[in-house]
């Protein structure tokens, strides 16, 4: 099943915000970008703080929270703000973190700095 948040920004390429399959969600890799696709203002926790806020509003379409998280990976443009981008994902998965993965990469789109994409289970 496919899943629309109305309260999160539209892809920006020919993909769902999120699929429903076997019991769970696979998410969309989220970028920092507001309500009209642009790109945000700011550093990289800005940035984090964003693309986890566009999480969480799909992952409420899906009727979902941030603990029905299983899977996490975290993409970033550079590894040396690996430890700004956990203190803002720590913010948000306090107890009981999900599996996760991060790596760093050449680019992202829109030339974001930091890109999630999550799996969760569904209830």
């Known amino acids: 099943m496919i899943i629309k948040a109305a309260n999160a920004p539209e892809p920006i390429g020919p993909y769902s915000h999120a699929v429903s399959a076997n019991g769970f969600v696979f998410l ?12 945000i203002d700011g550093g990289v926790e800005e940035q984090t703080e964003r693309a986890l806020k566009n999480i969480e509003a799909i992952l409420s379409a899906a009727g979902l929270g941030f603990g029905d998280v299983v899977k996490s990976c975290v993409f970033m443009k550079n590894m040396d703000d690996f430890s700004k981008i956990n203190e803002v994902y720590a913010r948000v998965f306090k107890e009981n973190p999900p599996a996760r993965s991060a790596v760093q990469v050449a680019a992202l789109p829109k030339g974001s700095l930091v890109e999630i994409e999550v799996v969760a289970a569904a209830r």
């Open 28 to 39: 969309s890799g989220q970028i920092p970008v507001d309500e009209n696709g642009d790109l």
